[in-house]
């Protein structure tokens, strides 16, 4: 363990109650793995932490046992850019309120999305930039078209963003999740994604797929080469982020002591070279900048989802 974390508080003592942490999506994808290898770093400072992996209703379902938990800082659980400010303004009924039922640890991670076209699409319609892309847009209203992984999620509010930022018509085709949206544009049958780039980038190593931009304000330390769309439309950003969360309520100092086990954590260098595989950057953070950062997201959401006219009852 590194010496960072020997610092922290001392180690639970012993027989102490574990501590639940809810994930609210299926096992093995990134925010699972990440949580995992937290957990694990955790353990000498926190005790035993254990995942509970509750996926279902977008996120919603694991979220709402945070939110509805025992304040006592023995379940805390993953928030995310869906459950956090997409699926407020997404879903007409909302089990849990974000912004007042929960009390925030730290920001974990977040990975850029990038804005990918099949390779050989590309090639056959000469799109070699975001620019080249935008103008085969507006000289071919409604004949660019992009998958994404169902309505309102990260990657459709991107494209719709990108149609009003970009003053375009690229038509939305939704699938059940982001694999199948992966496996159209490999296959061809739609123009252009926006995905996560944990999950694009051995395509986009493979040659299979291209990327024209990332949804990070600033390039990516992963993809240096690849500019942001906000070079080309100011202000674009659409990242994938999480971070963990505690019921509202959980006493402050036992919100520090989460705090401080979590971003020790985030800091070592394994964890880096660890999350750096998975194209994920830490970003820890103190829990008054997590709630506010939250904050900003949701209230950005608002908007994004809103143009979208996406809807989920």
């Given at each position: 363990?590194?010496?960072?974390?020997?610092?922290?508080?001392?180690?639970?003592?012993?027989?102490?109650?574990?501590?639940?942490?809810?994930?609210?999506?299926?096992?093995?994808?990134?925010?699972d793995?990440?949580?995992?290898?937290?957990?694990?770093?955790?353990?000498?400072?926190?005790?035993?932490?254990?995942?509970?992996?509750?996926?279902?209703?977008?996120?919603?379902?694991?979220?709402?046992?945070?939110?509805?938990?025992?304040?006592?800082?023995?379940?805390?659980?993953?928030s995310?850019?869906?459950?956090?400010?997409?699926?407020?303004?997404?879903?007409?009924?909302?089990?849990?309120?974000?912004?007042?039922?929960?009390?925030?640890?730290?920001?974990m991670?977040?990975?850029?999305?990038?804005?990918?076209?099949?390779?050989?699409?590309?090639?056959?319609?000469?799109?070699?930039?975001?620019a080249?892309?935008?103008?085969?847009?507006?000289?071919?209203?409604?004949?660019?078209?992009?998958?994404?992984?169902?309505?309102?999620?990260?990657?459709?509010?991107?494209?719709?963003?990108?149609?009003?930022?970009?003053?375009?018509?690229?038509?939305?085709?939704?699938?059940?999740?982001?694999?199948?949206?992966?496996?159209?544009?490999?296959?061809?049958?739609?123009?252009?994604?926006?995905?996560?780039?944990?999950?694009?980038?051995?395509?986009?190593?493979?040659?299979?797929?291209?990327?024209?931009?990332?949804?990070?304000?600033?390039?990516?330390?992963?993809?240096?080469?690849?500019?942001?769309?906000?070079?080309?439309?100011?202000?674009?950003?659409?990242?994938?982020?999480?971070?963990?969360?505690?019921?509202?309520?959980?006493?402050?100092?036992?919100?520090?002591?989460?705090?401080?086990?979590?971003?020790?954590?985030l800091?070592?260098?394994?964890t880096?070279?660890?999350?750096?595989?998975?194209?994920?950057?830490?970003?820890?953070?103190?829990?008054?900048?997590?709630a506010?950062?939250?904050?900003?997201?949701?209230?950005?959401?608002?908007?994004?989802?809103?143009?979208?006219?996406?809807?989920?009852?």
């Amino acid at each position: 363990m590194g010496e960072a974390l020997a610092q922290g508080t001392p180690p639970a003592a012993a027989g102490a109650r574990p501590i639940r942490l809810i994930v609210p999506y299926a096992a093995g994808g990134p925010i699972d793995v990440t949580a995992r290898l937290l957990a694990e770093k955790v353990k000498d400072t926190l005790g035993t932490v254990i995942i509970d992996n509750k996926p279902g209703a977008g996120g919603n379902l694991g979220a709402d046992l945070v939110a509805k938990a025992a304040p006592d800082g023995l379940t805390i659980g993953i928030s995310a850019v869906a459950t956090h400010a997409i699926n407020p303004w997404l879903f007409s009924k909302m089990p849990y309120d974000a912004d007042r039922d929960f009390a925030a640890i730290t920001q974990m991670l977040r990975v850029p999305n990038v804005l990918v076209m099949n390779t050989e699409t590309a090639a056959r319609l000469k799109i070699n930039t975001l620019a080249d892309l935008i103008a085969y847009g507006k000289a071919n209203p409604g004949r660019l078209n992009y998958g994404s992984g169902g309505n309102g999620s990260a990657g459709h509010l991107a494209g719709e963003l990108l149609n009003r930022e970009a003053g375009i018509t690229s038509v939305h085709v939704p699938f059940n999740g982001g694999n199948p949206a992966q496996l159209a544009l490999l296959s061809g049958q739609v123009d252009f994604n926006f995905d996560n780039l944990a999950t694009a980038a051995p395509n986009i190593r493979a040659g299979k797929l291209k990327a024209l931009a990332v949804t990070t304000l600033q390039r990516s330390p992963y993809l240096p080469e690849v500019p942001p769309v906000a070079d080309t439309l100011r202000g674009f950003a659409i990242d994938t982020w999480w971070g963990l969360v505690a019921p509202a309520g959980t006493p402050r100092d036992t919100v520090q002591r989460l705090n401080q086990a979590f971003t020790a954590a985030l800091q070592s260098a394994d964890t880096r070279t660890r999350f750096g595989q998975l194209f994920a950057e830490p970003v820890p953070t103190s829990p008054e900048e997590f709630a506010a950062f939250m904050r900003a997201e949701l209230a950005k959401y608002e908007r994004v989802v809103k143009a979208s006219g996406a809807k989920v009852d």
